[in-house]
């Protein structure tokens, strides 16, 4: 089992650019949501993905979409970047089984704005 | 809305000392609890949980979580820190509801010495 993956590791940008974030899940889960750390914070939730539609989002602008693909992989896109957008994001995913779904995250893209 | 209050930003302990990192969350509805830890540049670890039954939880490796509904706490603890310890470390709840949105503090750097 390769657990979450996403790609790339490192990605350097700069402002007004549109940058596009990949993440697989683990293997029988079908739930991913996105989260952003930025640099000495805790993760931020940005949105959750469940049969390819937006289930619930967190207090983010437009400028952050989502897509989630029949193989239950999913897309982060983020639009006219900013300085502030620098951060890791990180992507968990999780299943139904159990009266909890707890999340497995991956290792995280670090999203460089310049 | 819910929050997570993690007051230490840095804990230096040497080895073999025991250790205390502090949580506190802030809540009207009922929510699981868990601890995360994240070595140097990579993603979270689902380190131990609370989801219902015995307020005490443990983790395989010699950490351990006590749930206090009264004072809405839930400090980790371990009796003899490593250095292969040293991380930050990121309390967090989620709401007992459909999605499994993690709210988190913004972490403890638990910082071992020799």
């Known amino acids: 089992d390769a657990g979450v993956t996403q790609s790339p590791t490192h990605l350097i940008k700069t402002r007004g650019q549109q940058v596009t974030l990949r993440c697989s899940p683990k293997?029988?889960?079908?739930?991913v949501s996105w989260y952003q750390q930025a640099l000495g914070q805790g993760p931020q939730f940005i949105f959750q993905?469940?049969?390819?539609?937006?289930?619930q989002r967190g207090n983010f602008p437009d400028r952050f979409s989502g897509h989630q693909f029949p193989n239950y992989s999913s897309e982060l896109n983020v639009n006219a970047l900013l300085l502030g957008d620098s951060a890791l994001y990180l992507c968990?995913?999780?299943?139904?089984?159990?009266?909890?779904?707890?999340?497995?995250f991956g290792p995280g893209t670090r999203l460089t704005v310049l | 809305a819910q929050s997570v209050t993690q007051l230490d930003s840095q804990v230096p302990v040497f080895e073999e000392a025991p250790v205390e990192l502090r949580c506190n969350y802030s809540s009207s509805v009922s929510v699981y609890l868990f601890w995360y830890v994240q070595y140097p540049n990579q993603g979270l670890q689902l380190l131990l949980k609370y989801l219902s039954g015995s307020t005490l939880v443990k983790s395989i490796n010699g950490f351990e979580a006590e749930f206090n509904k009264s004072q809405t706490s839930f400090h980790l603890r371990k009796p003899s820190v490593h250095i292969s310890d040293t991380a930050e470390y990121f309390c967090a709840v989620s709401v007992r509801s459909a999605t499994n949105k993690l709210i988190f503090g913004t972490g403890t750097l638990l910082a071992v010495q020799p």
């Open positions: 993905y469940y049969e390819e539609e937006e289930r």
């Open positions: 293997s029988g889960h079908d739930t």
């Open positions: 968990a995913s999780s299943g139904l089984a159990g009266t909890y779904n707890e999340q497995f």
